[in-house]
């Protein structure tokens, strides 16, 4: 199934525009996944960082209250960790916590796959052109022009880290457990 939506992204001209249809296509069904660990499976086994990093934005946009239309950055990130709710109730039941935990996961995991899509490795920079047009970027070694929304300041960072702590605090009212503590360092 990876393999097969990672090609479906692939033989489009525009790799975006694929990855938006099939992440709306596939969307309602993760919200069906009745266990955590069974959308971490799909997830974190997507060959598509672009897709991958598509359906986690839908995920965000999805849980938070008043969703908003920028296009995907490092400020959206910022965004979605101020304004995204607990995610949303999956059919299984869980503490409080462990719903924290899993937004925690997604986000690091949305962070991860938007820097492979955009910032971070030569070959992977220019995920989003065609393979055809990829290879000629990667020959010119040309550089993926950066949004303005991916300036983003260490002030940003841990005013928004530091909101997002006391929400989750207001909301548990209780120690934060170790591996919530663990992932808040590592997002951070």
Do not use: G
Request: hydrophobic letters at 40%; proline letters at 5%.
């Amino acid at each position: 199934l990876q393999r097969m939506l990672s090609m479906a992204v692939e033989v489009d001209r525009s790799p975006t525009c694929s990855s938006r249809k099939i992440a709306d296509d596939i969307f309602p069904f993760i919200l069906n996944i009745p266990l955590r660990s069974q959308r971490e499976a799909l997830l974190n086994t997507m060959e598509s960082q672009l897709l991958r990093c598509r359906l986690l934005e839908l995920l965000f946009q999805h849980s938070c209250d008043v969703p908003t239309t920028s296009s995907m950055s490092l400020d959206k990130i910022l965004y979605f960790l101020s304004h995204s709710s607990v995610l949303p109730q999956f059919q299984d039941e869980t503490a409080t916590w462990q719903r924290w935990d899993e937004m925690l996961q997604y986000l690091s995991l949305l962070l991860l796959s938007y820097q492979s899509v955009k910032l971070a490795f030569p070959l992977a920079e220019h995920l989003r052109t065609s393979v055809s047009d990829r290879m000629d970027l990667i020959a010119q070694k040309a550089k993926p022009r950066l949004q303005d929304s991916d300036d983003i300041s260490q002030l940003d960072i841990q005013l928004k880290m530091n909101d997002f702590i006391s929400r989750m605090q207001d909301t548990l009212e209780q120690p934060f457990p170790a591996q919530i503590q663990e992932k808040l360092f590592t997002l951070q």
